[in-house]
């Protein structure tokens, strides 16, 4: 069984951060923003094995080097987005790949155009979406390495996926699902 924890950090940025476990207590931290303390408090009781980054803008990676030394925790990314970062990249997050976490299984759906390097987590019947798609919008393209014509066809890959419904969680504002996103968000309607 997967259980999420949301936390919101990054001050005035307001990003979520999850913490995903299974049953036996093996943990990932999507998205660590800011705070490795509060994420650790957050965390109390499970074994945070890995650190999942869906881009390299700072205000998804504030506490990943930190969260990484306390823990001991691999950090995931896709390297496109490595000179963004801090910290060095435990494993390069390539599309198809599969990360495992005790019994838990996150699939890599590579999605540039928020950034070069901007990656999904879809784990079960749950979709970590970063700055790709967020309950009715999509992430900015008028930063550094952002292109809208790249990120449309990521939200493309993303309203294909073989599924009829999946719970999203985006890097900001409220979870959402693909079902209302495949229906009322006009990026993202088929």
């Given at each position: 069984m997967i259980n999420i924890k949301t936390l919101v950090l990054g001050g005035p940025y307001m990003t979520n951060c999850y913490i995903?476990?299974?049953?036996?207590?093996?943990?990932?931290v999507i998205d660590p923003a800011s705070d490795a303390d509060r994420i650790l408090e957050a965390a109390a009781g499970l074994k945070v094995e890995k650190i999942l980054i869906t881009h390299g803008h700072s205000d998804h990676i504030g506490a990943a080097a930190d969260l990484k030394d306390r823990t001991g925790a691999e950090i995931i990314a896709n390297k496109k987005d490595a000179y963004?970062?801090?910290?060095?990249?435990?494993?390069?997050?390539?599309?198809?790949?599969?990360?495992?976490?005790g019994s838990l299984r996150f699939t890599v759906i590579e999605t540039p155009g928020h950034t070069e390097g901007g990656v999904c987590y879809l784990c079960g019947d749950s979709l970590f979406s970063g700055d790709t798609l967020f309950s009715g919008s999509i992430g900015r393209t008028d930063l550094g390495g952002g292109n809208i014509y790249t990120l449309l066809k990521s939200l493309k890959k993303i309203a294909d996926l073989p599924y009829e419904d999946l719970a999203v969680y985006p890097g900001h504002m409220e979870p959402t699902t693909l079902l209302r996103e495949r229906t009322d968000n006009p990026f993202l309607v088929r």
């Open positions: 995903v476990s299974d049953d036996e207590g093996n943990a990932a963004r970062m801090h910290f060095d990249i435990d494993v390069n997050a390539e599309e198809g790949m599969t990360v495992e976490c």
